[in-house]
């Protein structure tokens, strides 16, 4: 069982940051893959970014060169920082990871956190 909390959350105007972070209950040396997902008003739920425990990332096209995907494995965190927001970018971003168990592999989601870019 893995528990996901994310927090850094909030109100920003455009032009501005927010660092998200994501606290794992579990060692996360231990899990191959994080992502960062976000779901706007009436959108479905979509990729952000991705980390693996290799140090390798991947960014949806929409947050490269802006957003930052990080782990921190002495925090056991999983951070993303967030640069040049604008409205588009207001959405319920959500810590995301999977676990392959030798009965299968388990999806695990954090309960989420909402940024809003407005002015």
Do not use: H
């Not at 739920?45 to 921190?72: C, H, L, M, Q």
């Not at 676990?99 to 809003?116: F, H, K, L, P, R």
């Amino acid at each position: 069982q893995v528990q996901l909390v994310e927090s850094g959350g909030g109100l920003v105007q455009p032009g501005g940051s927010l660092r998200l972070s994501c606290a794992s209950s579990v060692d996360i040396k231990s899990i191959y893959q994080f992502g960062w997902y976000r779901q706007g008003p009436g959108n479905v739920r979509r990729p952000v970014a991705t980390i693996r425990n290799t140090g390798g990332t991947d960014y949806a096209k929409s947050a490269e060169g802006r957003f930052t995907i990080t782990r921190d494995n002495a925090k056991n965190t999983v951070n993303l920082q967030m640069n040049s927001l604008k409205p588009e970018d207001t959405a319920v971003y959500f810590c995301n990871t999977e676990v392959d168990y030798t009965s299968g592999i388990e999806g695990y989601w954090g309960q989420g956190t909402q940024v809003a870019v407005s002015s």
